[in-house]
């Protein structure tokens, strides 16, 4: 994993006011919860009393605090314990009652948590770019694959295997000749254009045969560390938040966003189509990402890569460059 990042790790409706929610990110056991004002919380999940898990507990919003079941011991947002009912209400608590709380945000409908050193100020959260999500309708999918979060932020950085993996959906036409690939990189970011053509018997092109991309074309625009959207056309997109559980587990929130239907029948009609469509093309990903070894792409490879890969080698030469910076 790559330190002080912030990661996005649920869907802001994951998480309700009132009522604690238990998730793994990142192979930790957290808790996740709202104060009064609906401020996103997020701890670990275990009581310092003996370890049981708050999210099995009660959100206590007149006291700003999530209660433990086993003996009612209470914590505020920073992970403080404030009240151990058998000591009696005004009994001190000693500061060893605590647990870990992780800095947390939420930002176009996703909640991310910081993952590394405490700071006085931290960097803001990444945003989906180009992306003013109140002007859309979306639908969301969510699934868990058995992998590492690197391979599936790969797969989506793949332009080598549309042609196969989506012969018959995003990737129909026989388009095996990877030309380019064009690609920029921006500070933390990684955008690529696909330019994929039919095999005549010619050698791909070079991206300095194209002119220069801009970003009213469709391209793909990664942030790290786990952020990632299709920017299909001006009103429709499709944005990823691969969110790791832990080492060999990957949650994914995928978001159809569209914008050039507004009736509200068809456009729910057009959300399920497009709903529809997406979970397809997951799908087809899922079936070979999760035969793919080493599970994850931190480890030890044996692969052989192509120029075509090269989004997926600009993913893994920033990737160490982040991790080695920290
Ligand atoms: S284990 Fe949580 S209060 Fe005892
Ligand atoms: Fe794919």
């Known amino acids: 994993m790559i330190r002080n990042q912030w990661y996005g790790v649920l869907d802001s409706d994951e998480v309700k006011k009132g009522k604690p929610l238990g998730v793994t990110r990142l192979g930790e056991r957290l ?11 997020c701890m670990k999940d275990v009581c310092a009393h003996r370890g049981t898990s708050l999210a099995a507990g009660t959100v206590c919003t007149d006291r700003e605090a999530v209660q433990c079941p086993f ?6 947002s920073s992970g403080r314990c404030r009240l151990i009912p058998a000591n009696g209400k005004t009994a001190p608590v000693p500061q060893n009652f605590h647990v870990e709380a992780y800095p947390s945000r939420e930002s176009q409908g996703f909640i991310y948590i910081w993952w590394g050193e405490h700071r006085e100020e931290y960097p803001n959260v990444p945003r989906f770019q180009n992306l003013a999500e109140k002007e859309f309708s979306y639908t969301l999918i969510t699934d868990t694959w058995p992998v590492h979060y690197s391979r599936t932020i790969e797969n989506q950085l793949d332009l080598v295997h ?3 993996v989506h012969y018959n959906t995003i990737g129909r036409g026989n388009r095996t000749l990877v030309n380019g690939p064009i690609e920029q990189i921006r500070g933390n970011e990684i955008l690529f254009w696909p330019r994929n053509t039919e095999d005549h018997g010619e050698k791909p092109l070079k991206q300095a045969d194209f002119p220069a991309p801009d ?11 786990n952020l990632w959207q299709n920017w299909i056309a001006p009103s429709l997109r499709v944005a990823i938040v691969f969110a790791p559980i832990d080492g060999n587990h990957t949650r994914i929130y995928l978001r159809t966003y569209q914008k050039f239907i ?3 029948v068809l456009k ?13 093309i997951l799908r087809q990903d899922r079936r ?3 035969t793919q070894l080493p599970d994850s792409s931190e480890k030890e ?3 052989n890569l192509i120029r075509g890969d090269l989004p997926i080698i600009s993913y893994r030469r920033m990737r160490e460059s982040l991790k080695n910076s920290v």
């Open 31 to 41: 808790v996740f919860w709202r104060d009064s004002k609906g401020q996103i919380i």
């Open 215 to 225: 970003e009213s074309s469709q391209h793909i625009h990664f942030i790290f560390p």
């Open 268 to 280: 729910k009609l057009a959300d399920l189509v497009m709903y529809r469509f997406s979970l397809k």
């Open 262 to 264: 507004r009736i509200p």
């Open 162 to 164: 549309l042609p196969f």
């Open 288 to 290: 070979v990402v999760v």
């Open 301 to 303: 490879l044996s692969e």
């Open 71 to 76: 003996h009612g011991f209470e914590y505020d």
